[in-house]
């Protein structure tokens, strides 16, 4: 079965300090993983997706195969990164996203 | 272009009437997306849309719950009858599918409450 977990509901960190907001697929196929983001009262927006290899605002995410893994990575959290982040899986053929249960990241001055 | 569009942005209804949300995808998208989330079950695929045609309404909680597509331009979401347990922040969201998922692009929701 297809599915995205997200294992912490609320990741909290200081300023400065480093993030990791883990994300873990199920899926047999070739995945096409996604990062969303959504700040307080305002719509999702892509974060960034794996198979462009990007950074966006500092943050990145790596997919591992090996470990069925898209965790996303910033060095030095800002307060301004305080969000939901969400982790998605495309789904094949399908056009269809799957989402995680969504990481509540809290960056405390 | 405006982004998917999305109204009304609030509602708040009384348990038992009928509740009508609307969405206006990104011009050139065959596939739209409704969401629901709470802050107990985050986000919720309702139902989905390929080319107008709906393809997975499997996430749709009841039979009071039902969504329309008449054109590739406007789609509805509708409650009848409401209850408090629908209330929730609802998302409509439109994309593409070049053979492979793509992004999909968020409406900002519709904040409905229902007392």
């Known amino acids: 079965a297809q599915r995205v977990t997200q294992p912490e509901k609320l990741l909290s960190v200081f300023k400065g300090a480093p993030v990791e907001l883990k994300c873990n697929y199920s899926?047999?196929?070739?995945?096409?993983l996604f990062w969303y983001v959504q700040y307080s009262r305002q719509r999702l927006q892509l974060l960034l997706r794996h198979i462009s290899r990007e950074s966006i605002k500092g943050f990145t995410a790596d997919l591992n195969k090996g470990e069925t893994s898209f965790h996303l990575k910033k060095p030095f959290a800002q307060e301004e990164d305080s969000a939901m982040y969400y982790c998605a899986l495309g789904s094949g053929n399908t056009g269809k996203l799957i989402f995680g249960q969504g990481t509540t990241l809290q960056v405390k001055p | 272009d405006a982004g998917v569009i999305q109204s009304p942005r609030h509602e708040v209804t009384e348990m038992g009437q009928e509740v009508t949300l609307r969405c206006k995808p990104i011009?050139?998208?065959?596939?739209l997306f409704w969401y629901r989330q709470t802050m107990m079950r985050g986000l919720e695929l309702l139902i989905y849309?390929?080319?107008?045609?709906?393809?997975?309404d499997s996430g749709m909680p009841e039979d009071r719950f039902s969504a329309k597509m008449p054109n590739a331009s406007f789609s509805t979401l509708k409650i009848q009858p409401s209850e408090p347990r629908d209330s929730a922040v609802y998302f409509c969201a439109s994309s593409t599918h070049r053979g492979r998922p793509d992004t999909q692009y968020f409406g900002p929701g519709t904040r409905l409450t229902v007392l």
């Open positions: 011009s050139g998208h065959d596939y």
């Open positions: 849309f390929n080319n107008n045609v709906p393809i997975d």
């Open positions: 899926y047999s196929g070739s995945p096409e």
